[in-house]
Nanobody, 124 residues
């Protein structure tokens, strides 16, 4: 069983930066592809970014590419989402997720474990 705990959410002005963290319990963190998803009010959950097991491959949604950066520190069992040049439309609850697989997936249905989410609000 993997438990994921997100932190770092909060209020940021448009154009500002925020870094989200997600820490995993257990000792097999590097067995998992890690992803970030978000759900805005009244909208469906959407893929934001994901990173391979060893961190050498990343994928981003078109809406955040060039502004957000996903990274991981396997020694700390933690994955990060650096959010720069924030926009009002980035306002959402952000979730991290773990997929026990070899390749990056963009579908949330492929992920095995989820955190409880952290709220990010971007003021315009």
């Amino acid at each position: 069983q993997v438990q994921l705990v997100e932190s770092g959410g909060g209020l940021v002005e448009a154009g500002g930066s925020l870094r989200l963290s997600c820490t995993s319990s257990g000792t097999t963190f590097n067995w998992y592809v890690m992803g970030w998803f978000r759900r805005a009010p009244g909208k469906e959950r959407e893929f934001v970014a994901a990173i391979s097991r060893n961190g050498d491959s990343t994928e981003y949604s078109d809406s955040v590419k060039g502004r957000f950066t996903i990274s991981r520190d396997n020694a700390k069992n933690t994955v990060y989402l650096q959010m720069d040049s924030s926009k009002a439309e980035d306002t959402a609850v952000y979730y991290c997720a773990a997929d026990h697989d070899l390749t990056i997936k963009r579908s949330g249905a492929e992920y095995d474990y989820w955190g409880q989410g952290t709220q990010v609000t971007v003021s315009s």
